[in-house]
């Protein structure tokens, strides 16, 4: 039931990400996504079978932090009406979006626990559970995303101070850097640990001040 509620509250939460990228791309110039038909929330033009169902699932299955990833969302860095700026907006949209659907979650567990009627919260129960995994999932979205580390979205902070003329050979690296971040995720979580107790930790305060 677990691994169900976190599948359910997953997939939304990588998708809006991604669409928040190409909306923010969009607004600043860049169309690419729009042209794309990928300003949509319909799960179908952003499921990507691995990174959004079949990953996730065996992550929660053996134990291990539920992370994945939609189809990416096309964006244009040229096309951006300020290009070194802007791009560090697109980037840091999707970390954004997930921490606002964690906040819209938290405030509404919080008022069911603490305003909701007995009868209301009981046939309100399944609901208010995914409610719950929503908000921790799109946290721990938010704050793993956020990392310096390409292509994390987070490192587009780095980017910014990359000389132009070296641009293009960072933007190689980036996009071949996924597999090598899954692969020290991975490892991270079966040995390593580092982290992983103040992940829990913040998991924790979380639910501790949606008690309080």
């Not at 509250?9 to 729009?34: F, Q, R, W």
């Amino acid at each position: 039931m677990i691994t169900f509620y976190y599948l359910l509250a997953i997939i939304p939460s990588i998708i809006l990400h991604e669409v928040s990228h190409g909306y923010v791309a969009y607004l600043c110039g860049d169309p690419t996504a729009k042209n794309a038909h990928r300003l949509t929330l319909n799960p179908l033009r952003h499921v990507d079978p691995f990174g959004t169902i079949l990953l996730p699932f065996l992550l929660i299955a053996t134990g291990l932090p539920a992370f994945g990833w939609a189809k990416p969302v096309p964006v244009n860095v040229a096309r951006l009406r300020k290009p070194r700026s802007q791009s560090l907006y697109v980037s840091l949209a999707g970390p954004l979006t997930n921490i606002v659907l964690s906040a819209i979650a938290f405030v509404f567990v919080r008022y069911e626990i603490h305003h909701a009627s007995a009868a209301t919260l009981s046939s309100n129960t399944s609901f208010v559970v995914f409610m719950v995994y929503f908000g921790l999932v799109n946290l721990i979205l938010a704050v793993f995303n956020l990392l310096p580390i390409p292509p994390l979205d987070g490192s587009a902070i780095i980017e910014r101070f990359v000389p132009v003329r070296h641009l293009p050979r960072y933007y190689q690296m980036r996009a071949r850097a996924l597999p090598f971040v899954m692969g020290a995720l991975i490892l991270n979580a079966l040995t390593l640990h580092i982290g992983t107790t103040w992940l829990a930790s913040l998991q924790q305060h979380w639910l501790n001040l949606v008690q309080s």
